[in-house]
């Protein structure tokens, strides 16, 4: 995971947030410490969501810190089903890197492509995929976009159906879906 993480950040590896970087990364993954790991990236957010997107020349991308960060969700979702406070916990950081993204100056197709990863990544019966799917279509109605996705808003009731969402969860996924078909004359 760490290969090419030096290289490719924006600081220079001598600056003291970098400097146990990588020692730090592998000591984590060693001791199977995921949630820590996503945490410990989002703390240098600034810089790695201000990583190119894909090119040849260079070794590590936005897609490619999305790639890596999606085995880390999904090894924490079996203890989430288990855990309300291992879910809450494991739903704050997917709802952080959905943000980060969101907020990102990243076109809207690497936006969308990043968190239909983050939502595939979970079990058809994930809550998460809920909590997911609904940072997408805001983000798509944010950028003017709904159409991309405004049918599968319109059926969220059938798509949703076997999700484990709570009930509070449910009702903010169906009102979030009605406000923004209303909004966008999709009714």
């Known amino acids: 995971m760490t290969t090419h993480i030096d290289d490719s950040l924006t600081k220079p590896s001598t600056t003291p947030e970098f400097k146990d970087f990588k020692k730090v990364l592998n000591q984590l ?14 703390s240098f957010k600034s810089e790695l969501f201000s990583l190119p997107i894909s ?11 999305i790639l890596l960060i999606l085995p880390l969700l999904k090894s924490l979702e079996k203890g ?12 704050a950081i997917t709802i952080e890197y959905c943000k980060l993204l969101e907020d990102s100056e990243y076109p809207l197709s690497i936006k969308v492509n990043s968190v239909l990863h983050i939502f ?16 997408l279509f805001e983000q798509c109605d944010r950028n003017h976009q709904l159409k991309i996705i405004v049918e599968n808003v319109k059926k ?20 979030s879906s009605a406000i923004t078909l209303d909004k966008n004359n999709e009714m």
């Not at 090119?55 to 936005?62: A, D, E, G, P, R």
């Open 80 to 91: 989430a089903a288990k855990d309300k406070k291992q879910y809450d916990c494991l739903k």
């Open 29 to 42: 993954n060693e001791e199977r410490k995921y949630k820590d790991i996503l945490n410990y990236l989002l």
């Open 120 to 135: 595939s990544i979970f079990d058809e019966k994930s809550a998460l995929k809920g909590v997911v799917f609904q940072r």
């Open 156 to 175: 969220i009731e059938e798509i949703s159906k076997d999700w484990n969402m709570s009930i509070e969860e449910r009702k903010e996924l169906y009102r």
């Open 55 to 65: 090119h040849k020349n260079q070794q590590l991308t936005i897609q490619r810190v």
